[in-house]
């Protein structure tokens, strides 16, 4: 995501190169990648099927004060953190379209901690929906602070490993 601008220091909004890194990765069969950073955005979609990889999760600090408004800083986070400054909506839809000659919709998700901004009534992370369904989704990440932290629609064959103690559902 860095060669397309992000910074992952916590303060530029990185929506914009983020989505940018999405499309190239589809134009040229490649993943995106998120190095060690706190990378702020919105919202995000990924609907290209590309893998979203990042190099892992960590909380340095107890749950109570690291997701607390004022905390949620890399003093807190270690890894690939995506920090989402959405009061409403969703902050990253998962929804996986086919290539031209491939009918199976794949999403994979890895190393990442998702973050919201501890207030509102957003959604953490959406995968699949109600027309789109969601094959051999593989997703390992830590989502938290959101009002609800993870939905899920129209999933097959699936192996999703979610993370998540601290507020939200």
Do not use: M
């Amino acid at each position: 995501v860095k060669a397309y601008g992000a910074t992952g220091d916590g303060v530029t909004n990185d929506t914009a190169a983020i989505q940018a890194t999405d499309t190239a990765a589809s134009a040229v069969g490649g993943q995106v990648f998120f190095p060690a950073g706190f990378f702020r955005f919105s919202t995000l979609t990924n609907s290209t099927g590309k893998p979203w990889v990042g190099v892992g999760y960590t909380v340095y600090r107890d749950s109570l004060n690291a997701f607390a408004a004022a905390n949620q800083n890399a003093a807190f986070f270690g890894g690939s953190v995506l920090f989402s400054t959405a009061t409403s909506g969703t902050a990253l839809t998962i929804i996986a379209n086919p290539g031209p000659t491939d009918a199976t919709q794949r999403a994979t998700l890895k190393g990442i901690t998702i973050v919201g901004p501890g207030t509102g009534t957003s959604i953490g992370l959406a995968i699949g929906s109600a027309t789109v369904s969601v094959v051999e989704a593989d997703i390992d990440v830590l989502v938290c602070n959101f009002a609800t932290n993870v939905v899920t629609a129209n999933l097959e064959d699936s192996i999703i490993v979610l993370r998540s103690w601290c507020a939200g559902t």
